[in-house]
């Protein structure tokens, strides 16, 4: 599968520009979003894997090559709410993830696929409002094994996989999607700083390899888990932030596990440690009993619309429960609100272990 993606210079330039004069609106959920059109087994499926040997219902990003028309609907779908930016349907899309589904070998077609299909909504969205910029980025997932943590309780020396697998799976990634012709890379819900540096790593080697043209800006999410303000492997905000200073990326933020509210503190401090641009897109609340979400989409905008206000974010959306409505609504709620500025850089020598340690 090929793609002709449009020049990209011309894009960089204006994704640069966008974030240097508002704040710019992500996109929301995905897979709530496909939940409700109630697919079935022969929707995963299609024609294309009609034989395949192993279930597929919910391997969500094969709906790229299966359902398309899905996939392409839920992205117009946040563009025509006001998104200026949405994520490929890729979270998964590696090899290592793709395992349990025995999918691996349709990695590469996948992420093409899922690249053109957000290249569509975005070219229509353009169309439909003419000088109107819509961009993609590429979504990275944090993968379904981690190198820092054994999944064995009585072996804690034990890997479910190495570092080369973790790099060669996201290289291969990332080929596809800088020759689908994202706009961004996405690494996101990171709740292991060591699979999220394996993937700078991997970006890295890629745009080295591959030159000036696969040099997108890199964008950097990490999740904090519960109310102790740390990452799953034990990180603070602040030592996260360090681990990942030194690939300079283009913007750091947090996602996904709480609601706004409880991302306040984190996300202040976060603006004022970073010196790149700062993100921010919560679930839609806690989920509740039955697996749903709670707040509304006035809730969600009132709580971004504040964390605007206050000069903390330069990036916001919504991750798990939220829709085109939740997004609408926080694109109103910064409407005509200043961007957060990058603080001056101080010089110090920073180490990071699951506590930050500044040296000045």
């Known amino acids: 599968m090929t793609v002709s993606p449009p020049a990209a210079s011309a894009r960089d330039d204006a994704f640069r520009r966008l974030f240097a004069g508002r704040i710019v609106v992500l996109d929301g959920a995905m897979?709530?979003?496909?939940?409700?059109?109630?697919?079935?087994?022969?929707d995963f499926r299609g024609e294309k894997f009609a034989a395949h040997?192993?279930?597929?219902?919910?391997?969500?990003?094969?709906?790229?090559?299966?359902?398309?028309?899905?996939?392409?609907?839920?992205?117009?779908?946040?563009?025509?709410a006001?998104?200026?930016?949405?994520?490929?349907?890729?979270?998964?899309?590696?090899?290592?993830?793709?395992?349990?589904?025995?999918?691996?070998?349709?990695?590469?077609?996948?992420n093409l696929a899922a690249v053109a299909c957000a290249r569509r909504a975005a070219e229509a969205a353009e169309k439909a409002t003419p000088g109107r910029r819509c961009f993609v980025a590429g979504a990275i997932g944090p993968l379904n094994r981690t190198l820092s943590m054994s999944p064995d309780v009585n072996r804690p020396e034990y890997r479910a996989v190495t570092w080369e697998q973790v790099v060669g799976a996201y290289t291969e990634q990332l080929?596809?999607?800088l020759d689908g012709g994202v706009d961004a890379l996405l690494v996101e819900t990171i709740f292991d700083t060591l699979n999220a540096k394996a993937a700078l790593f991997a970006i890295a080697e890629v745009q080295e390899r591959r030159g000036p043209a696969a040099r997108v800006p890199v964008l950097v999410s990490v999740t904090i888990t519960?109310?102790?303000?740390?990452?799953?492997?034990?990180?603070?905000?602040?030592?996260?932030?360090?681990?990942?200073a030194?690939?300079?990326?283009?913007?750091?933020?947090?996602?996904?596990?709480?609601g706004g509210e409880a991302m306040r503190p984190y996300v202040e401090e976060l603006s004022r440690i970073a010196g790149?641009?700062?993100?921010?897109?919560?679930?839609?609340?806690?989920?509740?009993?039955?697996?749903?979400y709670d707040e509304t989409p006035e809730d969600m905008a009132r709580v971004l619309g504040d964390f605007a206000r206050q000069?903390?974010?330069?990036?916001?959306?919504?991750?798990?429960?939220?829709?085109?409505?939740?997004?609408?609504?926080?694109?109103?709620?910064?409407?005509?609100?200043?961007?957060?500025?990058?603080?001056?850089?101080?010089?110090?020598?920073?180490?990071?272990?699951?506590?930050?340690?500044?040296?000045?």
């Open 226 to 244: 519960d109310a102790s303000g740390r990452t799953l492997s034990g990180q603070t905000i602040n030592a996260f932030y360090h681990s990942v």
């Open 311 to 360: 000069g903390w974010v330069n990036l916001v959306g919504g991750c798990c429960g939220s829709t085109p409505a939740h997004i609408a609504a926080i694109a109103a709620a910064v409407r005509g609100v200043a961007p957060r500025p990058i603080p001056p850089a101080r010089r110090a020598l920073r180490l990071s272990g699951l506590e930050p340690l500044e040296i000045t």
């Open 246 to 258: 030194h690939a300079q990326p283009f913007s750091v933020g947090i996602n996904c596990a709480l």
């Open 53 to 80: 040997p192993q279930d597929l219902k919910g391997n969500n990003d094969l709906l790229c090559l299966t359902r398309p028309d899905v996939i392409e609907g839920i992205h117009r779908a946040y563009f025509d």
């Open 82 to 110: 006001g998104a200026d930016l949405v994520e490929t349907n890729t979270f998964s899309s590696t090899s290592i993830a793709m395992a349990d589904y025995r999918c691996e070998p349709w990695v590469r077609d996948m």
């Open 31 to 42: 897979g709530s979003m496909i939940q409700g059109y109630g697919l079935q087994e022969s």
């Open 276 to 292: 790149c641009y700062v993100s921010c897109y919560p679930n839609a609340g806690l989920p509740n009993a039955f697996g749903g």
């Open 175 to 177: 080929e596809a999607l």
